[in-house]
């Protein structure tokens, strides 16, 4: 991972998002020595912004079965009738 100062990201920073979208890779911005932020290509967050919905939607599944919060398959069926027409 690269790392950057964040004076040399307000100086150069055309030069450092061009380095990024060509390799990818995040760089790691520091102010005073010490980690500040991560910059990463748009596709690339967008990327994990939709695999962390996805992630979400099975952790909340999880605790569904583990609370007994569930539906035969009957049931669940039924109860979006409405919208299964």
Request: hydrophobic content about 40%.
């Amino acid at each position: 991972m690269k790392i950057e100062l964040v004076t040399t990201l307000k100086r150069q920073a055309t030069r450092i998002l061009a380095e990024l979208h060509e390799s990818k890779e995040p760089v790691l911005i520091t102010e005073h020595g010490q980690p500040s932020a991560y910059l990463i290509d748009v596709d690339d967050f967008e990327h994990m912004q939709n695999r962390m919905q996805i992630l979400e939607g099975i952790a909340r599944g999880e605790t569904a079965i583990q609370e007994n919060r569930t539906l035969t398959h009957a049931e669940a069926k039924k109860a979006m009738g409405k919208w299964l027409k």
